[in-house]
């Protein structure tokens, strides 16, 4: 018979020579223990085959091991790798995870986040962009004393635990790739400028390009909506242009991809003729041809620790709140971009 049916926690730690309490920040991934503790606790757990019962801690805590994951993104590649993220951490640590689609701007929008905390039981939420963004979100679930970890392109206040991904200096890296490569007529497709982060990368895009001493004329400035359709508009109108861009900067991966297949059907060599390059190095990136040079967001990763940061909160009520954590990104050079044409 397996050993996990019979060791407890408190077999581990007598074993570990800790407290429960301490086995208990090791399984839910708590920083408030030390290394050599951790390490112990972690090597006692394997050895006695130690798997903890996610039924048994709910019942002990009064906790649903329930974590909810707020989400408006119609970008699927995205969505689906947050989620896997999320649900790796859980898995491992007893909880589930339950998704509720918002929609961004409706009016009811902070009442919906609430009624669904309540009506779900879940023990914390993680907030995606663009629904982060919304500052009344943070504050109602305070009032309602549940944790939340929101993940932005900037800092907003209020969450527990905030995520802030730095999106206007990668914009910038990508802008100084296409300088060097020798463009000079250089346009952009934008996502939703309601969105923190559609405005953080056309101003960390814009500002690059000013530096360099390029301007960003009007008339090669589009906003899309981070989907297909209205990015193929946009990239078309931008293509038939009595001058048109030598590169384009579409400011995620599909609107990229619709870029792709306007530049195609005009009989436009990419990178030949015209450089395009994305945001976000989703699994798009690499299966378009040719492929897509790119700023790589690490979602997998910032799924990881959001979950993980949530979960050390809900184990440990001392935790009221974390220091923010910003993640760097980087620029991903492939086929889609080149040596701006001679004319």
């Known amino acids: 018979m397996s050993n996990y049916r019979t060791t407890t926690i408190s077999d581990v730690a007598q074993a570990a020579g800790v407290s429960i309490r301490t086995v208990s920040r090791v399984l839910n991934k708590s920083p408030k223990v030390a290394a050599a503790s951790r390490a112990r606790v972690e090597k006692t757990i ?14 002990a805590s009064g906790r649903s091991s329930l974590i909810g994951v707020v989400q408006d993104d119609p970008n699927a590649h995205v969505i689906g790798e947050f989620q896997r993220g999320i649900v790796d951490v859980c898995a491992s640590l007893g909880y589930e995870l339950v998704v509720h689609p918002a929609q961004f701007g409706a009016a009811t929008l902070s009442a919906d986040i609430e009624n669904f905390a309540i009506r779900s039981r879940i023990d914390g939420l993680i907030i995606l962009p663009p629904i982060s963004e919304v500052a009344s979100i943070p504050l109602t679930l305070s009032r309602l004393n549940v944790p939340a970890v929101g993940i932005a ?32 007529r250089i346009a952009i497709i934008t996502g939703p400028l309601s969105f923190y982060s559609a405005n953080e990368r056309e101003q960390g895009f814009r500002g690059a390009l000013e530096g360099h001493g390029i301007a960003l004329p009007h008339r090669y400035v589009a906003e899309g909506d981070y989907g297909f359709a209205t990015g193929y508009a946009r990239a078309c109108a931008l293509l038939d242009l009595d001058e048109p861009p030598t590169a ?37 990136a690499s299966i378009i041809s040719p492929a897509l040079t790119t700023i790589r967001r ?18 440990d009520p001392e935790i009221r709140r974390m220091p923010d954590y910003r993640i760097a990104l980087s620029l991903i050079e492939r086929q889609s971009t080149g040596p701006a044409p001679r004319d």
């Open 46 to 59: 394997k050895q006695l085959d130690f798997r903890p019962s996610s039924r048994a801690r709910a019942l």
């Open 153 to 184: 392109a900037v800092r907003v206040p209020g969450y527990a635990g905030a995520l802030i991904s730095e999106e206007r200096a990668a914009a910038a890296l990508l802008a100084d790739h296409l300088v060097a490569l020798g463009h000079r």
């Open 248 to 284: 384009i900067f579409a400011s995620n991966d599909i609107t990229a991809a619709a870029a792709i297949k306007a530049a195609y059907e005009r009989g436009l060599a990419v990178p030949g003729q015209v450089s395009i390059a994305g945001f976000d190095d989703s699994d798009i």
């Open 298 to 315: 690490p979602v997998l990763s910032m799924a990881h620790e959001a979950t993980e940061r949530l979960i050390a909160m809900i184990a």
